[in-house]
């Protein structure tokens, strides 16, 4: 039998304008900012990542959330 290990999904958000990612550790590609970690409920935690010091990648951003900023412009909630 063949052990599998379970790929853990780490969400990180950026610091200045909320945008949201999926395992992307570098400076946010948005505004370039460093990312926080986001608990299970989407709140965000005061971990944040060494790598989040370096350039942003927005190569490997995959992105879940568009930024607060552009929610609040549109009113949606």
């Known amino acids: 039998m063949e ?18 990612y999926e395992n992307y550790f570098f400076a946010s590609p948005c505004c370039g900012s460093i990312v ?10 005061n971990i944040t990542f060494l790598s989040a010091l370096s350039l942003p990648q ?4 995959k992105k879940l959330r568009t930024t607060v900023s552009t929610k609040a412009e549109h009113n949606i909630k």
């Open 3 to 20: 052990n599998f290990e379970k790929k853990e999904i780490i969400i990180t958000e950026c610091f200045t304008c909320g945008a949201q």
């Open 36 to 45: 926080l970690k986001v608990d299970k409920n989407g709140h965000r935690t």
């Open 58 to 61: 927005p190569h490997l951003a």
